[in-house]
C-alpha cells in the first residue's frame, strides 16, 4: 500500500466518524421532540467511551510508543490549546439555531468554535492509525490491517458525534429549519474532524517522534472535553428530572465503558 491510499483510508474513516453526527439529526424524521432521560443518557455514553478511549487507549499507546514527558507534554499541550482558542472565542457565543442565517464573518466564527470541539477529536483518530502502514495486530478491511486502537478510537468517536450532532439539531428544530437543512448543518458541524485526522496522520507517519506526543495531545484535550464540556452538558439537561438526572448519566457511562471495554481487554 502506498502512503497516498493509507492517507485516503484514514480520511474515508473520519468521514464515517462525521456522517456519524448525521444520526443525532435523523430521529427528528419521525419525532418532533427527544426526552431529557434520552439526551442525558446519550451523553453519559459519549463520555464514557471518549474517557476509555482517551485512559486505556491512547494514554498507554503514548507510553508505548515514548516517554511519559512526551506524553505528558503533548496532554497539556492538548488542554493548553483547547483552553486558549476557547478564551480566543470568548466574545462569541455559538448558538446553532443561528448558523443558518449566519454573515461570513459570523460564519467564520462558527467554524472557529465548532473546530475547538472537533478538531482535538480529529487529531485522535489521526493518531490512532499511525501503525496503519505497518500492519501487525488489528482487523483486516479492505486489505488493510487496520491497529486495533484506530478501530476503537474511530468507534468512540462516532458515537460520541451522534448526541453531539443531537446538541445542534434541537435548537434548529425550534427554530423551524426543514429536517434536510438541520442534517446538513449537523454534518457541517463535524466538519474539522476529517481535516485534523489527516493533518494528524500525514505528521505522526512524517515524523515518528512526535506519535507520542499527538496521542498525548488527543487524550488530553479529549479528557478536558468530557470534564468541562460533556458531563456538565448532561447534568444541565439532567437538571430537571429526577436526581438531577444522575441515573440517567450513570446508566450512559456504564454502557460507554462496557463498549469500550474490549479496548482495555486487547491492551
Same mark, same amino acid.
Given at each position: 500500500m502506498t502512503f497516498l491510499q493509507d492517507l485516503t483510508f484514514v480520511l474515508v474513516a473520519a468521514i464515517l466518524t462525521n456522517l456519524a453526527a448525521g444520526l443525532g439529526a435523523l430521529p427528528?424524521?419521525?419525532?418532533?421532540?427527544?426526552?431529557?432521560?434520552?439526551y442525558v443518557v446519550l451523553? @453519559? $455514553? !459519549?463520555?464514557?467511551?471518549? =474517557?476509555?478511549?482517551s485512559l486505556f487507549g491512547l494514554l498507554p499507546e503514548g507510553l508505548r510508543q515514548g516517554s511519559p514527558l512526551l506524553v505528558?507534554?503533548?496532554a497539556v499541550a492538548g488542554v493548553g490549546l483547547v483552553i486558549v482558542a476557547k478564551r480566543a472565542l470568548s466574545n462569541y457565543e455559538f448558538h446553532p439555531e443561528t448558523i443558518s442565517e449566519a454573515d461570513f464573518r459570523q460564519l467564520v466564527l462558527i467554524v472557529g468554535t465548532l473546530t475547538v470541539h472537533s478538531f482535538p477529536e480529529g487529531v485522535a483518530v489521526g493518531v490512532a492509525f499511525a501503525d496503519l502502514p505497518v500492519g501487525g495486530r488489528g482487523i483486516d478491511v479492505l486489505r488493510f490491517t487496520v491497529p486495533l486502537l484506530a478501530v476503537f478510537v474511530t468507534t468512540a468517536i462516532a458515537i460520541q458525534n451522534v448526541p453531539? @450532532? $443531537? !446538541?445542534?439539531?434541537?435548537? =434548529?428544530?425550534?427554530a423551524g429549519l426543514s429536517n434536510t437543512k438541520i442534517l446538513g448543518w449537523v454534518l457541517f458541524s463535524s466538519l474539522p474532524q476529517p481535516i485534523a485526522a489527516v493533518i494528524a496522520f500525514y505528521f505522526v507517519n512524517v515524523t515518528r517522534a512526535v506519535l507520542p506526543i499527538g496521542l498525548g495531545f488527543?487524550?488530553?484535550?479529549?479528557?478536558?472535553?468530557?470534564?468541562f464540556e460533556?458531563?456538565?452538558?448532561?447534568?444541565?439537561r439532567g437538571s430537571q428530572l429526577s436526581g438531577s438526572g444522575r441515573l440517567e448519566l450513570a446508566v450512559g457511562l456504564v454502557i460507554g465503558i462496557a463498549i469500550m471495554s474490549p479496548l482495555l481487554i486487547s491492551g
Open positions: 427528528f424524521f419521525f419525532i418532533d421532540e427527544i426526552s431529557d432521560q434520552i451523553w @453519559g $455514553l !459519549a463520555s464514557g467511551v471518549m =474517557l476509555s478511549a505528558v507534554g503533548g453531539e @450532532g $443531537l !446538541a445542534v439539531a434541537i435548537p =434548529l428544530k425550534t488527543a487524550a488530553g484535550a479529549m479528557i478536558f472535553l468530557v470534564i460533556l458531563l456538565p452538558e448532561a447534568r444541565t
